[in-house]
């Protein structure tokens, strides 16, 4: 049986708004994610740019990036399906394709699944073995570690770190074929970025986390005095930490000065957040973060030796 986009959308009774050709790309867009999957990728391109030798190969560059929004599309799809009822329960969640009724589980599963399965195959076979298995690593790691860990540990947002942290490790296999320190290094300012940056979001949103049963360290830590040091603590590791590709000589000194002056800044925030934690407090970590990070992804592609 042949599936269209039409035979896949709930039909508009059971929809909370009418589904227009327009709002059934939003719907799409929603369902992949497509925020966070343009983030994945940016930080694949980071990592293949840096690991690449001249000249870049813009085929192979396109094939990874190709692989790679098909993988996170699918793990998107595939998390709000494993989530559909948790969602249902948060404000911030709730108008997703599955909670408003948009899409259909089955629907969704299918997207979802056949995603995640074409991306791992198309890696594999226009890239190399390497990038894929780190990519299937990712793409597990994420649906069947994490996303269940967030019922039941506080230690679900340091696990689910790694599958945020391997796709600039995956652009840089990509470029190199291989496995090394300064690949390594890229999966390691990721690793560290994102414990402030979700730290910041669970606070804001702890009441709504705990109404949909996700064990978030805010929600256990109703004072934040772990909350904050956390997010100071590996605020402040990640200043060392983004000067390793500087020490690995993947480039110079103008990245250096601004990872310092970009690191210092957001520690501040991170120092701010954890002597006050308010709602302000936590939206100036917040944006501080998604302000560093791009800013040191471009650092890098502007100074690379």
């Known amino acids: ?9 709930v039909p508009a009774p059971l929809a909370k708004t009418p ?3 327009k709002s059934r790309a939003a719907v799409l867009g929603e369902l992949f994610k497509m925020r966070l999957t343009a983030l994945v990728l940016l930080t694949t391109l980071v990592g293949f740019y840096l690991g690449s030798r001249t000249p870049v190969s813009w085929a192979l560059m396109f094939n990874t990036l190709f692989g ?69 690593l990712t ?13 039941i540990t506080t230690l679900n947002t340091v696990i ?6 391997l796709p600039p490790l995956m652009g840089w296999t ?11 290094s890229l999966f390691a300012v990721l690793c560290f970025w994102q414990l402030p940056h979700f730290l910041a979001i669970a606070w804001m949103y702890r009441d709504q986390y705990a109404q949909a049963g996700f064990v978030m360290l805010p929600v256990v830590d109703p004072t934040g005095e772990r909350t904050g040091r956390q997010a100071l603590s590996h605020t402040l590791g990640l200043l ?3 000067l390793c590709p500087f020490l690995f000589k993947m480039v110079g000194p103008v990245y250096l000065v601004g990872a310092l002056v970009l690191g210092i800044a957001f520690l501040w925030c991170a120092f701010q957040f954890s002597r006050q934690l308010t709602l302000p407090r936590a939206r100036l970590l917040f944006f501080a973060s998604i302000i560093y990070l791009p800013s040191l992804l471009t650092l890098m592609v502007l100074d690379k030796n």
């Open 19 to 21: 589904v227009t050709e």
């Open 160 to 165: 689910g770190a790694i599958p945020g942290a």
């Open 174 to 184: 990509a470029a190199r074929g291989e496995i090394t320190s300064e690949g390594w």
């Open 240 to 242: 060392p930490v983004s």
């Open 68 to 136: 790679t929004a098909l993988l996170a599309s699918g793990a998107a799809a595939l998390n709000q399906w494993l989530e559909r009822e948790h969602d249902a329960k948060m404000r911030r969640t709730q108008d997703r394709p599955l909670p408003s009724g948009r899409l259909t589980a089955d629907a969704v599963l299918l997207i979802g699944g056949a995603c995640g399965v074409l991306g791992l195959l198309y890696l594999a076979l226009t890239v190399n073995l390497i990038t894929a298995v780190l990519g299937a």
């Open 1 to 9: 049986m042949k599936a269209t986009l039409q035979t896949l959308v």
């Open 139 to 151: 793409i597990g790691s994420y649906l069947f570690v994490y996303t269940p860990l967030k019922r």
